[in-house]
């Protein structure tokens, strides 16, 4: 499995490595996840089917955060990526903590994918 990133998520990533000092171990292990079982997996997990792209991109609700400890079961961060399965590749869209914002940005995935 090859792993990707757009530079906006490079972005979101730098962004909030200021704030949850443990982000890259977390996204290590998002990784290792779905290096194994890259499709979705519900209720974790879904796909973002009403955009007309022709690849299928997944959100991921809940990732855990070391640096997210004892803050409730909902805290957390999301995770966007695109899955190209006959390729092996995922492409990270968008990370961002679900206090920041309500949904993905839809026109970053629109204008990457379409």
């Known amino acids: 499995m090859t792993f990707k990133s757009l530079p906006e998520f490079d972005k979101d990533l730098?962004?909030?490595?200021?704030k949850y000092r443990s982000i890259h171990s977390d996204v290590d292990v998002v990784k290792k996840v779905l290096h194994i079982r890259p499709d979705e997996k519900p209720p974790f997990s879904f796909r973002i089917n009403d955009l007309g792209v022709s690849t299928c991109v997944i959100k991921i609700r809940k990732i855990a955060c070391d640096s997210l400890k004892g803050?409730?079961?909902n805290s957390g961060l999301r995770l966007i990526y695109a899955y190209f399965a006959e390729e092996q590749m995922i492409i990270f869209i968008e990370l961002y903590h679900?206090?920041?914002?309500?949904?993905?940005d839809r026109q970053?995935?629109?204008s990457?994918?379409?």
Do not use: A, T
């Open 108 to 110: 970053r995935i629109l």
């Open 112 to 114: 990457n994918f379409k």
């Open 14 to 18: 730098k962004r909030l490595l200021k």
């Open 71 to 73: 803050k409730g079961v």
């Open 98 to 104: 679900k206090s920041d914002k309500q949904n993905e």
